[in-house]
């Protein structure tokens, strides 16, 4: 079966080979969502079947935003 | 400056193995509210993006030790919280309704199966519009129907299916009693595969798609 996934072995009690692009897939759009990772599911979950940089892309933006909103909020603190 | 980053909820059971190391080599903690632990580790933060993918592994292998043992609620990759007192916060505000689904989902698992279009360009460039427009057609017709296949093939062992349609074609999110990962397998390998198609099958993964939610999208104390 042709697949663009790249396999990546984990090491641990129970050897399973998992695509790279499926672990960045659930640690980013699965599970509970609380702050910061809002920003991640923008992208969407699909986006990781386009590709690993889309995502990568994605994370990278994220956390410049949230480095500028924690630029920000010591800007708006001191302006009250 | 550094933050506190939550991998999973569990229920606490004396036999649950922890990791004995977190994301960037930090320790991993337990914090308890009645039955419900929440495993966490005091991070370096933000993150440097250049090591984001190493990052993504190691906290998947944190929650995928816990969950080999038993069912997990897991949290995104950047789930931050300032500090203790606000994941304690955070757990007592709903330590309640985490509680409930992971007894609701304790026996059950994950399994997936994406099913998508394989892309011929080469094909498509020598048609015309109208062609390769009614061919498109003729495939996301036959994605459709496939996905459909599948689940009906895997209805008998799955407890619960979620369909999302997505870009790329169809994932199929199934919950499925812990010990029948095989069976969802060989249920999906069963539907014959027609040319155009592909599909690809992973888990067991913890039920993320089948969190109630309460849980999904909780109250986020201690967060802006």
């Known amino acids: 079966m042709p697949s663009d996934f790249e396999p990546i072995t984990l090491t641990g009690s129970a050897e399973e080979d998992v695509s790279l692009l499926e672990i960045i897939d659930h640690v980013l759009n699965a599970g509970v969502l609380i702050h910061g990772s809002l920003v991640i599911s923008v992208a969407g979950v699909d986006l990781v079947y386009v590709g690993l940089n889309v995502v990568l892309t994605s994370v990278e933006t994220a956390l410049r935003s949230l480095k500028a909103e924690q630029a920000r909020e010591p800007a708006k603190r001191s302006s009250k | ?224």
């Open chain 2, 1 to 224: 400056m550094s933050r506190i980053i939550v991998y999973c909820g569990f229920l606490q059971e004396e036999r649950t193995k922890l990791p004995e190391m977190g994301v960037g080599g930090s320790k991993v903690n337990v914090l308890a509210q009645d039955r419900l632990c929440l495993l966490w580790s005091e991070v370096p933060w933000p993150f440097e993006p250049a090591g984001l993918q190493q990052k993504a592994v190691e906290f998947h292998q944190v929650v995928q030790h816990v969950f080999q043992q038993a069912a997990v609620v897991p949290f995104r990759l950047l789930s931050i919280f300032d500090g203790v007192p606000a994941l304690e916060k955070f757990a007592a505000e709903n330590g309640a309704t985490f509680t409930a689904d992971l007894e609701r989902l304790r026996h059950y698992v994950q399994m997936e199966s994406v099913v998508y279009v394989i892309q011929e360009r080469a094909a498509e460039e020598e048609k015309s519009g109208r062609a390769y427009l009614e061919a498109k057609a003729e495939v996301l017709r036959l994605s459709i129907d496939h996905a459909a296949r599948v689940k009906a093939a895997i209805q008998p062992i799955s407890q619960e299916i979620q369909v999302r349609e997505v870009k790329s074609g169809t994932r199929i999110f199934a919950l499925v009693r812990r010990g029948n990962e095989e069976r969802f397998r060989e249920g999906v390998k069963a539907v014959p595969l027609p040319q155009s198609i592909s599909r690809r099958v992973s888990g067991p993964w913890p039920a993320a798609e089948f969190l109630s939610p309460e849980v999904r999208m909780p109250q986020s104390a201690g967060q802006q």
